[in-house]
């Protein structure tokens, strides 16, 4: 078995869980290699002490599963079978007992869950998601590598939607721009929906892209991200159209601070809450502190928002390997939001920066 799988059976043994049952496609991809949507369809892995594993899918995924490496055995089942009955069958032939079984309780559906129950009616139910979010919270030098790259393609989003902006252009027309200059490129998939935000709309945190219009003196923001080899990359960046006002700017100025102290502050032993409250403070000293509605950062890998929350209330210590971002943000309604982004990882003596687009105040 290959290493994470390895990792998982022996927190097992070491648990005493008979065994795992992992099935949310982020999890099955990052134990198995083999990533698949598979819709409404069953997708699952059972992971075990001693015996070796067993992959559930569609029939028709198969081939892609045995393509991503996968030796071991695959139940397929088409869309007339029934899987569970399929996985009892499995199973029963290998003679398993399962007294405790680790699940994702956090992605089962209550359906799934009653199956599971008449699959296993006398067994215990523990989460598994503790343990597979620490698995996945400190990235390999392969990881490492992909990120790195899908940064690259964040930054060159980025790049595209500034030369886009245009008086009259609408946040859609740039939206579309970023997006089909990056498929031109090779990237097929967005890790979230492309955020392209201008004047007071940009202060909404989430706010949706429109037909609105870009005008001179107004903030533009962008909030975008790729999937590169099934790993997300994630960047914000803010930039002014025009002359903005002393207000804006000052906001800019404060963002940008908080930012780069948290970044600066990032390194093996620091607690996360420690970043969060080191940009907080600085925006709350200046008058915004009711203005940032947010938490300074999320971990990054396969999910977009993956474990850890970057909050002030977290004391998990930073270790070598952690991927996150680092994006404090002011959102002042009637005037505007500024944002920044970037995605880290933590290296044995500090950091790097892996998203490189510059943060000083651009005006186009």
């Not at 159209?241 to 390194?267: H, M, P, W």
Request: proline share 4%; aromatic share 8%.
């Amino acid at each position: 078995m290959n290493q994470r799988l390895q990792q998982l059976s022996s927190w097992l043994t070491e648990k005493n869980i008979t065994c795992s049952f992992v099935t949310s496609t982020p999890n099955v991809f990052y134990l198995t290699n083999f990533y698949t949507d598979p819709h409404e369809r069953l997708l699952g892995l059972f992971v075990f002490q001693n015996e070796e594993p067993i992959l559930i899918c569609p029939n028709m995924e198969i081939t892609q599963a045995r393509k991503a490496g996968w030796e071991y055995e695959i139940i397929g089942y088409s869309d007339t079978d029934n899987p569970w009955e399929l996985i009892q069958n499995s199973l029963s032939k290998r003679n398993v007992t399962v007294s405790t079984l680790a699940l994702e309780k956090e992605h089962l559906t209550v359906e799934r869950f009653e199956q599971i129950t008449k699959l296993f009616p006398s067994s215990s139910f523990v989460s598994a998601e503790e343990k597979l979010h620490t698995l996945r919270m400190i990235k390999d030098e392969k990881e490492v590598s992909i990120l790195q790259e899908a940064a690259k393609f964040a930054d060159y989003g980025v790049e595209v939607g500034v030369q886009a902006i245009a008086e009259g252009k609408s946040e859609l027309d740039v939206l579309a721009t970023i997006e089909f200059e990056l498929k031109k490129k090779g990237i097929r998939q967005m890790s979230f929906d492309t955020m392209v935000l201008t004047g007071v709309k940009t202060a909404a945190p989430h706010g949706k892209p429109g037909l609105e219009t870009i005008k001179k003196g107004d903030l533009v923001l962008f909030d975008l991200g790729v999937v590169l080899d099934g790993y997300c990359s994630d960047i914000t960046r803010t930039v002014a159209f025009g002359e903005i006002s002393e207000k804006q700017r000052e906001v800019y100025e404060t963002v940008l601070n908080a930012q780069l102290a948290a970044v600066d502050a990032c390194k093996p032993g620091i607690r996360v809450g420690d970043i969060d409250r080191k940009a907080r403070s600085i925006i709350s000293d200046a008058g915004f502190g009711e203005y940032f509605t947010h938490r300074i950062g999320h971990g990054l890998g396969i999910d977009v928002h993956e474990f850890p929350s970057m909050n002030e209330t977290n004391d998990l210590l930073l270790q070598k390997g952690m991927v996150f971002t680092i994006e404090p943000g002011i959102y002042v309604p009637e005037i505007g939001g500024v944002r920044i982004e970037d995605d880290m990882i933590i290296t044995a003596d500090g950091a790097e920066t892996l998203t490189k687009f510059p943060k000083e105040l651009i005006i186009k």
